[in-house]
């Protein structure tokens, strides 16, 4: 069985005071719906657990009532950190649940056959994440203001979600970062931590995350 776990309970700051961004219109969805109907879709999901901040319950069952949804759904309470979120969305999945997919909510073009892809090699090596090669020239600049040196980027890809493991391997692996008081940015990190190999997933489609007002338009062009 696989489930998939939403990570609804952001704030997204950089999006400037007041705004939730997972609410923000696009096509006349909010952004977190056309993310919901992505995993809804896929065949390779058998349920979805959204995490959510505390008291908006109320607001995701009602955009809910709205979309035509197949799959079995619940929802956890985020918690202070990413990581925090996430293992709450894992204390819900179902127990008969062997891989779990971990997904941004404010990553609504998502495929499905990278969904499939990253659950297919998940299954095969235990990890697994959706990642594309990096194309611009990277510099390392160690005071925010000066080059200090060249990073080579064809050894460079920029990871994306889902991010894909056999249900034990994460919850290994982020047990281990909850024990010695850690903070990840991503749940491979938690993987690498107990030297878990992470297998890369190339996304051969356009798989843009909404951070800022101006990624808006770009959305809605790769979702039309």
Known sequence: MTSAII????RGTR??????????EVLGDPIVAHTWERFDEAECIDEIVLVI???????FEKLAATLELQKPYRFAIGGKERQDSVWNGLEAISPKADIVAIQDAARPCTSEDLIEATVDAAREMGAA?????????????????DIGRHLERSRLW?????????VEVIRKALTAVREKGLLVTDDTA???????????VESAKPNPKVTVPADLPY???LLR
């Open 158 to 166: 920029a990871v994306q979600t889902p991010q894909t493991f056999r």
């Open 219 to 221: 959305i809605e062009l």
């Open 190 to 200: 938690a993987c690498e931590l107990i030297g878990q190999a992470v297998r890369l």
């Open 53 to 59: 901040r505390d008291g908006l319950k109320p607001e």
């Open 15 to 24: 999006m400037g005071p007041d705004i939730d961004k997972l609410f923000l």
């Open 129 to 145: 994440v959706a990642a594309q090669r990096v194309s611009d020239t990277i510099k390392q600049s160690d005071d925010g203001k």
């Open 7 to 10: 990570v609804a309970a952001g």
